[in-house]
DNA sequence: ACAACCACGTTAAACGTTGTAAACGACTCT
DNA sequence: AGAGTCGTTTACAACGTTTAACGTGGTTGT
């Protein structure tokens, strides 16, 4: 059925070893044999069964990448710049949804795909097992986002303590002295962007209300929307939230909406990711801003070089730029 | 490194063939021998390679999905129900991005990723070439969305002329007579949905209005955005919207907004797609929602009945349920 | 002339899995 | 006891590719 290299080589006269040089660059090729080969390829419309290549080889130019839900538009922009970074260097990304909880489990159980797999890049949304070794994987594996550091593994990732640390003051800056935060949940996440909200409210002398503080029960709009709906429910209500992401910030925006509160002028709002629908959300959403294309291509670059075998190397610890987009949100 | 099928056979004493044998759930095998085999796996934490597997059974349970870009909500969403639908039928799902223009030329040139694929699930936002053809791909494929019927493919979309028939209809119910309509490109959505567009006017005896009619130059919030720009720049603005994919009504949404103008008091606004944005947005979008779950699995389904086997039949076309949504965006 | 390359060819052996067909018991039936 | 039957297991050959080892003429430089 499907043409194969012996049917490339007896068309070009050639034998199959000298079609197979062609295909992986080989030095030494006349440009003539070259040519030849390259137009019965052509012809022929041939291309290399990836099974039989990789079984052969033991590699497949195709890396995973494990988020949470690509519905979710961080991680749906996230993956299409791996997606373009990871082609421009030819190999293909396979998306795996890990859907919450039992992510970790669930990677490393049918993760791997067979040996499919030449690494994974893993964005774990529990806090990773820190037992999770290379051992089990038996990949590299290139972990985005917080993560207790210290960790075997390389790591691309903001640094979401001084990031979360800007964005508090911000709101300080703008006169605000009640600040909430969302999104202070069980995740590590969580726990950093936390540090750097209060690292920045005692800068500022500013006392710290745990009441402010919500963990929500997730990172989505709705989450944000209930975890806003309390905090108007309280006595002295904030006049500023950060939000642990612009999900989150876009559900408690619904929420002040909905109640007839101004933003920013009742209460300034920022976010952190800055999703396409902050920039267009009425009223735009001020928030952190990683880039996400230089993220994408030094965690492919990265993985890509472990699994070219500097396996050795001590692991890496890469810090995402970012700035502080300042929208309407937070800005009369 | 890997175990592989010998490891485990050496181990549970039987010889490879059974082990291969049990992990296919062929019948005949003692309960005896089983257990043996499997406490082998389990003990050995064998995974079946997936590259020998798909070469030596010409099937490699990966299908690809490509879609225009990823990072667009719609299908993102989209790309997370049909991965889990594919995932609960115990098959993986390769995202490719066809990135406009070139789709189809990508798709049938390097999407077919060496014959790794059994099939494709294929969105097109360009007018497909109708020349496509089964013989170009050689896979089973099935697409979605509009496109000039008596194709000679599987096919599952909305019934997009009756559809936004319905969501000019309940403008015109609303009381709205000048009504506008972005998202009228060279895409064969864009005709397709114009079509049902213009049918509603008709059906209501209303004029129509070229002036009206905007193509764009894409299906993003900006295109929306600069749309409506142009709208409102008209001798005689509309009062009435109707956007062709949500994502052009949030653009749209937000220049109203900068422009002053409430919604849906001086201007109502209707989308398509019932992305979770519109959900959220203030004010929340009214739009056709369609059934993404029912879509989903059905073109999964279809897909793989392909390729069990089912080649021969006639190509079938479904029609994914759908509803209008109306929410803050037309309703007072 | 001699060596040192170069551009190929030939052959064989993998990579890990599954389909085919045949072998092996343990039965039942005469 | 022998032939037939059934259920279970196995040996062997693929699937399409790459790698290795070895060989063969040709070209070039000394």
Redesign the interface.
């Given at each position: 059925?499907?043409t194969r290299l012996s049917d490339v080589a007896a068309r070009a006269g050639v034998s199959v070893k000298t079609v197979s040089n062609v295909i992986n660059d080989y030095p030494h090729i006349t440009a003539r044999t070259r040519a030849k080969v390259e137009a019965a390829i052509a012809a022929l419309d041939y291309?290399?069964?990836?099974?039989?290549?990789?079984?052969r080889k033991g590699r497949?130019d195709f890396i995973a990448l494990a988020i949470p839900?690509?519905?979710?538009?961080y991680f749906?922009?996230l993956?299409?710049e791996i997606?373009?970074a990871a082609k421009r260097r030819g190999i293909?990304?396979?998306?795996d949804?890990t859907e919450g909880g039992a992510a970790a489990e669930k990677l490393v159980l049918d993760g791997?795909?067979?040996?499919?797999i030449d690494g994974i890049i893993f964005s774990p949304i529990t806090t990773v097992p820190a037992k999770l070794t290379v051992a089990d994987t038996?990949k590299p594996l290139v972990l985005l986002g917080e993560r207790p550091a210290g960790g075997q593994f390389d790591r691309v990732a903001v640094d979401s303590v001084q990031a979360s640390c800007d964005a508090t003051t911000h709101l300080i800056s703008i006169g605000r002295r009640r600040i909430a935060a969302i999104g202070v949940g069980g995740t590590s996440t969580g726990a950093v962007r936390r540090k750097g909200y209060r690292k920045a409210l005692k800068a500022a002398g500013l006392p710290h209300d745990p009441a402010l503080e919500l963990a929500g029960t997730g990172y989505h709009?709705e989450d944000g929307?209930a975890s806003m709906r309390e905090l108007l429910a309280l006595p002295e209500p904030p006049d500023a939230i950060f939000c642990f992401n612009d999900l989150l910030a876009?559900?408690a925006?619904?929420t002040l909406?909905d109640a007839g509160l101004r933003v920013p002028d009742d209460v300034a709002v920022v976010g952190f990711d800055d999703i396409?629908?902050g920039?267009?959300?009425?009223p735009t959403l001020s928030t952190i801003s990683p880039d996400k294309a230089w993220l994408a291509d030094n965690a492919v670059a990265l993985l890509l070089d472990r699994i070219a075998g500097n396996g050795e190397a001590a692991h890496r610890d890469l810090t995402v730029p970012y700035t502080l987009q300042i929208r309407e949100s937070t800005a009369g």
């Open positions: 059925m499907a291309r290399p069964n990836v099974s039989a290549r990789s079984l497949s839900e690509m519905a979710s538009p749906a922009e993956g299409a997606s373009r293909t990304v396979l998306i949804q791997m795909r067979g040996q499919l038996g709009r929307a876009l559900g925006l619904r909406a396409e629908d920039r267009y959300h009425s």
